[in-house]
């Protein structure tokens, strides 16, 4: 990414903005105006004409040219500036293209007016259903075109997805990408006026109104697919081109669904493993200073411990070279030192093993809390 900026030092950036407009200074370094303006103001502090200066030199005039500060300290005297990337454009546009491209080589989907050799799902939903007879013109129709989808969708190597609650799933796993359909009558609201009946009743009477809305069904078939949470792709009957007419524009914008449903799933596990890793190596500081902090507290704690345990021998030594003229104090001045050997050993980390002082340093460290995280990172 790096080879990729254009370094340019504030000379430089100073000469090119007040020589040609901004928009060709960024066209020239490969990048937005806007991008231009924040290094200008933010960054390197280079002062930029104002937005008549142009307008005064095409008529002739010689404006005053305000000349590059000094720096300060903490200004660079140079930056990278990073080239702008064009946004990918939308899912409707790539489908149109890949659609515009294919136009000589789309699939020629036939749909049949009757069911004769119907795709094995739509058999089953046949016989669910109650079979053919039961079926009203459009939901015959529906059948149709989704037998002729499927077929189709199958011949060119993409497999049905049944679902375990269903007996017929609407999905099809195109490549490594499971791609959900419907196919469907949208209904349109319209206003209908009120009868005589819902006219007395009070809340109509209140608001003083004499229709209501109703969903009617529009007659007309969609072909939606799913390509986000609520939102969808669109087909549907005009006056110029039914549903069976643009089949071959659907197949192939279901593939241009799934490829482009990949490639921006790997896009954002790329955008989430390059933010992690930067996330990481600015937080390594924290934690780290974390870690050696709870070391030293630790360190600071045994070598605190073995002084008060080298305290209390050398107390006991001195009581027990005082009681050596009596025996009686002698014995138990004796037996007080045997009576706490115990509590040095674990007072005194250096009692038994040196191993001992290494294994309370190396015992596992609580991560540091949010708030020390916030702190750093603001």
């Known amino acids: 990414?790096?080879?990729?900026?254009k370094p340019v030092t504030?000379?430089?950036?100073?000469?090119?903005v007040w020589s040609v407009p901004l928009t060709k200074v960024a066209q020239d370094l490969g990048t937005k105006a806007s991008e231009i303006r924040r290094i200008c103001d933010h960054i390197l502090h280079v002062p930029r004409p104002d937005s008549g200066y142009w307008s005064r030199i095409r008529k002739g005039e010689a404006p005053d040219r305000t000349p590059l500060p000094a720096p300060t300290p903490k200004t660079p005297q140079s930056v990278k500036v990073a080239p702008y990337q064009q946004p990918r454009p939308p899912l409707r546009v790539l489908i149109k293209r890949a659609v515009a491209e294919a136009a000589a080589h789309l699939p020629h989907l036939s749909v049949a007016l009757t069911l004769e050799d119907p795709h094995p799902q739509i058999a089953a939903r046949l016989a669910e259903s109650g079979g053919k007879a039961t079926l009203s013109k459009l939901q015959m129709r529906t059948h149709c075109i989704e037998d002729a989808f499927l077929k189709c969708m199958e011949k060119r190597g993409h497999r049905?997805?049944?679902?375990?609650?269903?007996?017929?799933?609407?999905?099809?796993?195109?490549?490594?990408?499971?791609?959900?359909?419907?196919?469907y009558e949208p209904s349109f609201q319209r206003r209908v006026l009120l009868s005589a009946k819902e006219l007395a009743q009070p809340w109509n009477v209140a608001h003083g109104k004499n229709w209501r809305q109703v969903l009617v069904p529009s007659g007309n078939l969609r072909f939606a697919i799913n390509v986000g949470?609520?939102?969808?792709?669109?087909?549907?009957?005009t006056k110029n081109q039914s549903l069976e007419s643009q089949l071959g524009a659907i197949v192939i914008a279901m593939e241009v669904i799934a490829a482009e449903t990949v490639r921006n799933r790997n896009e954002r596990e790329k955008q989430s493993t390059q933010f992690q890793k930067e996330l990481d190596r600015k937080l390594h500081p924290v934690y780290q200073k974390h870690y050696d902090d709870a070391r030293w507290e630790r360190?600071?704690?045994?070598?605190?411990?073995?002084?008060?345990?080298?305290?209390?021998?050398?107390?006991?030594?001195?009581?027990a070279k005082a009681a050596?003229?009596?025996?009686?104090?002698?014995?138990?001045?004796?037996?007080?030192?045997?009576?706490?050997?115990?509590?040095?050993r674990q007072l005194d980390p250096l009692s038994d093993s040196p191993k001992d002082v290494f294994r309370i340093l190396d015992k596992p460290v609580p991560s540091p809390s949010d708030l020390d995280l916030m702190t750093f990172l603001s």
């Not at 949470?229 to 009957?237: M, P, S, V």
């Not at 360190?299 to 009581?319: N, P």
């Not at 050596?324 to 040095?344: F, P, R, W």
């Open 229 to 237: 949470y609520r939102r969808e792709q669109k087909w549907e009957d």
């Open 1 to 5: 990414m790096d080879s990729k900026r």
């Open 324 to 344: 050596s003229n009596d025996e009686k104090l002698a014995a138990k001045a004796k037996q007080l030192t045997l009576s706490v050997q115990g509590y040095l």
């Open 299 to 319: 360190l600071h704690q045994l070598a605190s411990d073995r002084r008060q345990a080298e305290l209390v021998r050398s107390f006991l030594s001195a009581l």
């Open 160 to 183: 049905l997805q049944l679902s375990k609650n269903e007996t017929f799933s609407r999905s099809f796993l195109v490549g490594d990408e499971l791609i959900t359909y419907t196919i």
């Open 10 to 16: 504030r000379t430089q950036l100073h000469d090119l």
